[in-house]
């Protein structure tokens, strides 16, 4: 089993940043891909961001140019660093990573930017 614990969610001004942080424990080997997704009441849940082992990157549209996501291996951590912060960036943001094809979800941490 995989545990992820997410920190960093909080309310900010438009044109703020925030920066998340998702830790994995337990069995974390064979975890390849870590990810963050988001959501709002009514609406369906995006991805935000991906990285792989490798270090390579993917981004929604949305949010290119303004966040970024990285991991540390060693601590088994992905953070997401969020710059220009919109309304629109409001959501409960959720960590993923998929273990031996099974789906671990972080229990959500709210972002909130007020304009």
């Known amino acids: 089993q995989v545990q992820l614990v997410e920190s960093g969610g909080g309310l900010v001004q438009s044109g703020g940043s925030l920066r998340l942080s998702c830790a994995a424990s337990?069995?974390?080997?064979?975890?390849?891909?870590m990810s963050w997704y988001r959501q709002n009441p009514g609406k369906q849940r995006e991805l935000v961001a991906t990285?792989?082992?490798?270090?390579?990157?993917d981004y929604a549209d949305s949010v290119k140019g303004r966040f970024t996501i990285s991991r540390d291996s060693a601590k088994n951590t992905v953070y997401l660093e969020m710059n220009s912060l919109k309304p629109e960036d409001t959501a409960v943001y959720y960590c993923?990573?998929?273990?031996?094809?099974?789906?671990?979800w972080g229990q959500g941490t709210q972002v909130t930017v007020s304009s």
């Open positions: 993923f990573v998929k273990w031996l094809n099974i789906n671990f």
């Open positions: 337990g069995r974390t080997f064979s975890i390849n891909t």
């Open positions: 990285i792989t082992n490798g270090g390579e990157r």
